[in-house]
């Protein structure tokens, strides 16, 4: 069982930047792999990012790479979810989420699989 809290959602500007964070808990946390899935209003879930429990390894979709950078804290269970040159196709819901190994963000990003956090906001101005 992992918990999961996010925060740094917020409202900014195209070209902007902002900084998310998520605190792991429980007893899995230190093992799990950790990625950051979002959904904007009338589509479907979209994977981001995505880091092993080490934090050694990493997986973007495409339409973020280069712009966007997840790390990790082992120390502390925190992952971090860096977003640069944020663009209004950016504006979703991102949920901070856990599964068992990095290759579990492989598959449909809609479906019911791993731990969920409750959602931060994040909205990006034209």
């Known amino acids: 069982q992992v918990q999961l809290v996010e925060s740094g959602g917020g409202l900014v500007q195209a070209g902007g930047s902002l900084k998310l964070s998520c605190a792991a808990s429980?007893?899995?946390?230190?093992?799990?792999?950790m990625g950051w899935i979002r959904q904007a209003p009338g589509k479907e879930r979209e994977f981001v990012a995505a880091i092993s429990f080490s934090g050694g390894s990493t997986y973007y979709a495409d339409s973020v790479k280069g712009r966007f950078t997840i790390s990790r804290n082992t120390a502390n269970n925190t992952v971090y979810l860096q977003m640069n040159s944020l663009k209004p196709e950016d504006t979703a819901v991102y949920f901070c989420?856990?599964?068992?190994?990095?290759?579990?963000?492989?598959?449909?990003?809609?479906?019911?699989?791993?731990?969920w956090g409750q959602g931060t906001q994040v909205t990006v101005s034209s």
């Open positions: 989420h856990a599964a068992g190994r990095l290759g579990d963000y492989l598959g449909s990003a809609s479906r019911d699989f791993g731990f």
């Open positions: 429980g007893r899995t946390a230190s093992s799990s792999a």
